[in-house]
């Protein structure tokens, strides 16, 4: 089984990505700048902004998961430079050098939800943010090293990601507009399920953007394309969790 690196893997995603990974079986890698007391995974800290750092961490390894970096859609430039934007350079140029087969780099709702019409496609690229635009520069970035490289590269739009034991709880406060909250949700268990498809998407799939949401009944973004391309069966439904 293919051997795996989660950057940022101590944040709220991060930590329960690599849970369900580690139960079903993956070698998994975390990562992060420092590793918490309670940590029980394999740990190696790394600063996604050094470059030689990042290259000796990925020896060995088989597939990046990329989640690390700013992650507040209100963040400033000053604040995206160093994490999403040096950070997002090296995790793909880092997985070059290493030998790295794939990179799956963790993308957002906010690169395409300035544009008002919904369902959103992965065709849309109108960040509402810049935030958003520096996650559009790591699409960016994965075509080229797939074209240029022939490194297996996809990109995941996230929304909201929670784990769904906490779901009911956190979605009946959002800290967002609630109908907005509801349409952007992701549990953890289908961006898992999406994650786990795209490690084992065939060769000849070297890149790919995909929406990542969970099955909402009213969704931002089309998730029509993960379903066809990567036979993506989302089980989580936000208006379900709230009985609506």
Not at 65 to 91: K, T, V
Not at 236 to 241: L, Q, V, Y
Request: hydrophobic letters at 40%.
């Amino acid at each position: 089984m293919n051997k795996v690196m989660v950057t940022g893997a101590t944040g709220d995603v991060g930590k329960s990505l690599c849970e369900i990974l580690d139960k079903m079986g993956y070698d998994v890698l975390t990562s992060s700048r420092n590793k918490p007391n309670d940590w029980k995974y394999p740990f190696i800290p790394v600063d996604i902004t050094n470059l030689d750092i990042f290259i000796e961490s990925l020896k060995n390894i088989d597939v990046l998961i990329h989640l690390a970096g700013q992650r507040e859609p209100d963040s400033g430039f000053d604040a995206l430079i160093e994490p999403n934007i040096r950070g997002a350079y090296n995790a793909f140029e880092a997985a070059r050098r290493a030998g790295v087969s794939k990179v799956l780099f963790a993308s957002s709702v906010n690169v395409a939800n300035g544009q008002k019409t919904e369902p959103l496609s992965e065709d849309v690229i109108c960040p509402s943010s810049l935030y958003g635009s520096s996650k559009a520069f790591g699409e960016a970035l994965a075509r080229y090293y797939s074209e240029e490289y022939d490194l297996s590269c996809f990109c995941f739009r996230m929304g909201w990601t929670l784990p769904y034991n906490k779901s009911k709880t956190l979605l009946s406060k959002p800290p967002m507009d609630p109908v907005y909250a509801k349409k952007v949700y992701l549990s953890v268990e289908d961006f898992a399920q999406m994650v786990v498809l795209a490690i084992n998407s065939p060769k000849e799939l070297r890149f790919g953007i995909f929406n990542a949401l969970s099955n909402n009944r009213e969704n931002l973004l089309d998730i029509s394309k993960a379903k066809s391309i990567l036979g993506y069966q989302p089980k989580h439904d936000a208006f379900e969790i709230l009985n609506l």
